[in-house]
């Protein structure tokens, strides 16, 4: 159905933006560091990083027939995330 397509699509990108705008106010992000460890990447990389962890857990979630809970490891990787997001 094209018009949920296009309804779910509306919810992910707000909710990238909604985080984007968190990550540009937030005092204690700092950035995600390259490769280099020189280069900060942007507020919007961090907020897709973050959007694109969580539509792949949903992902995993449907693909696996709705048996494999989309929270199995995932204080550890929301941690390995954070730490990684929020330096």
Request: glycine share 4%; net charge positive; charged share 25%.
């Amino acid at each position: 159905d094209p018009r949920l397509m296009l309804r779910v699509s509306q919810i992910f990108n707000r909710l990238e933006v909604q985080i984007k705008q968190l990550l540009r106010n937030n005092e204690h992000y700092s950035g995600i560091h390259s490769v280099s460890n020189r280069e900060k990447l942007r507020p919007e990389c961090g907020a897709n990083i973050i959007v694109v962890f969580i539509e792949g857990k949903i992902h995993q979630f449907v693909r696996s027939g709705y048996e494999l809970s989309p929270l199995n490891h995932f204080e550890v990787q929301w941690k390995v995330l954070v730490n990684s997001v929020f330096k």
